[in-house]
């Protein structure tokens, strides 16, 4: 296993961990700029910031900066209540397929979607084995599309709390079940997210882990699971505060050959988006040496 204990090469931060520190949002350019900064040399954007700073502008920012990414955030939410909801997908998913090949992205990270409509709070049903199917069908015809382009897509199993609204994948299992339906072979052009606080409580991880091996880990996120947790989004922990027990986790990863970046992806607004940016950056460095 590395040792992450004297240096911070593999730490790579998940925009969304700083993108809302209070009283000063920090925009896409200032978090590049101060993970640079501070020697972080991998970033995973969200769509939304990218967006707001330009797709071009981003690109050249990343390249100067001599920053790499860890993935891009995110494609997914297949499921649909009609032919042209379901265009509408295909249209966006093509779309952030395109980002994900400007920024240079390793992967495109798949949220995959829960019932339609749960998201905005008014689901179109209950059937959350049609969602299931969708979600199988989006994958399958977004993985030609995605072939094409030679961008890798990782399907990123959510933790079961958000079956209804985010993404009806739930499991390690779940997802590598699907990687082996549609790339039989192992390509390497479709696996998956392994993100801790999503995974961490279930009993087949570490056989899942081992079952995924090199071809279909794509990304590693990292994160922690307080206790008590009060709020279902937002209240994820900085790393060491929790109670995943993350080295052994990244053990697992790498055994089975990961050796990509460990990614800290913390939504945190009563903490950590309440302190200041840099702040939290340096904590991250100091928690990735000592708690990852
Ligand atoms: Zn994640």
Partial sequence: MRDFSTDHRWLSI?????????????PLPKILDACAARGIRAVAPWRDQVAAAGLGATAAQVKALGLELSGYCRGGMFTYTDDASRQ????????????????????????VGGLPGALAGTPAHRDIALARSQVGEGIAWLLEEARTRR???????????????????NT?????????????????????AVDAYHVWWDPQLEAQIARAGARRLLAFHVCDWLV???????????MG?????????????????YAGCSEVEIFSRANWWQRDGGEVLDTCIERHRRSV
């Fill in 14 to 26: 998940n925009t969304a961990t700083v993108r809302r520190q209070r009283g000063e949002p920090w």
């Fill in 88 to 111: 509408s997908v295909r249209d966006d998913n093509r779309r952030a397929l395109d980002e994900a090949c400007t920024l240079n992205a390793p992967c495109l990270v798949l949220v």
């Fill in 151 to 169: 961008m890798p897509l990782a399907i990123e199993p959510l933790h079961p709390m958000y079956a209804a609204d985010r993404a009806c994948i």
């Fill in 172 to 192: 390690l299992a779940q997802a590598l079940d699907l990687c082996d339906a549609l790339d039989p072979a192992g390509s390497g052009s479709l696996g998956v």
């Fill in 228 to 238: 008590p947790t009060t709020d279902l989004l937002e209240d994820r922990g900085m």
């Fill in 241 to 257: 505060d929790g109670v995943i027990d993350l080295p052994r986790l990244r053990g697992w990863v790498e055994a089975a050959g």
